[in-house]
């Protein structure tokens, strides 16, 4: 912000409730929510095509058909939503939404998280997957977080290398737990609730 427009600025970072998120990963979960599979590699996002991009995920599919892609495909674009339910190969399911407060349940059977967004804010979602020690594999986004995690893969725009880290994870050969407990600790040192209202507090009180 100093660079950019001249002013002085402090940093509140995006707030996640680290309580409320671990106590919400026991949450009972239906057939439905998970389209009857047990485990998965993880897709949520908009069904749109400019940023979002599903049918990027169907491509990764497509390349690993011995993988399950579970796609939560919020609608948006019912062409687009058309579109991925159609060419959608075997091992995609496709759930509309998922009740928020089910989502840490839904991380506990993700393998991966992945994401093809072009581009994307601040992505609160890697955030939920470092919390339930998740690895990420994203195409494009989220290079500053993803190298402060170090628990995942940045494709750099290259579905294959992103399929090839899929492929591993899948097969257990994945960042290690040691790694997904570092990401962990360095979300709740970084971005826990009650650190980010107490800063926020300090910055109104000034």
């Known amino acids: 912000l100093n660079e950019r427009f001249g002013r002085d600025s402090v940093l509140i970072r ?24 047990e485990r998965f590699v993880l897709w ?11 049918m990027a995920c169907l491509e990764l599919a497509q ?4 993988v399950n892609f579970l796609m939560i495909l919020n609608p948006r674009d019912p062409s687009v939503e058309a579109d991925v339910r159609r060419n959608a190969p075997p091992n995609v399911r496709i759930v509309p939404r998922i009740p928020f407060e ?9 393998a991966a998280l ?8 601040f992505p609160n979602v890697f955030l939920q997957a470092a919390l339930s020690r998740v690895p990420i594999a994203s195409l ?10 170090s628990n995942g893969c940045l494709a750099a725009g290259d579905l294959s290398a992103l399929a090839d880290f899929l492929h591993s994870v899948w097969q ?15 979300v709740v040192s970084h971005h826990a609730l009650p650190l980010q209202a107490e800063r926020l507090c ?5």
Do not use: Y
């Open 14 to 37: 995006n707030p996640i409730d680290v309580a409320e998120w671990d106590a919400r990963q026991t949450v009972s979960l239906n057939t439905a929510d998970t389209a009857g599979m």
């Open 44 to 54: 949520v996002g908009r069904a749109e095509s400019v940023h979002k991009r599903p």
């Open 63 to 66: 390349m690993l058909p011995d």
């Open 102 to 110: 089910k989502m840490p349940a839904l991380f506990t059977r993700a």
């Open 114 to 121: 992945v994401n093809t967004s072009s581009m994307e804010g």
């Open 140 to 149: 494009n986004v989220g290079e500053e977080l993803l190298s402060e995690l």
């Open 172 to 186: 257990g050969e994945g960042p290690d737990a040691e790694t997904l407990n570092t990401a962990r600790a360095w």
């Open 202 to 206: 300090e910055v109104i009180s000034s």
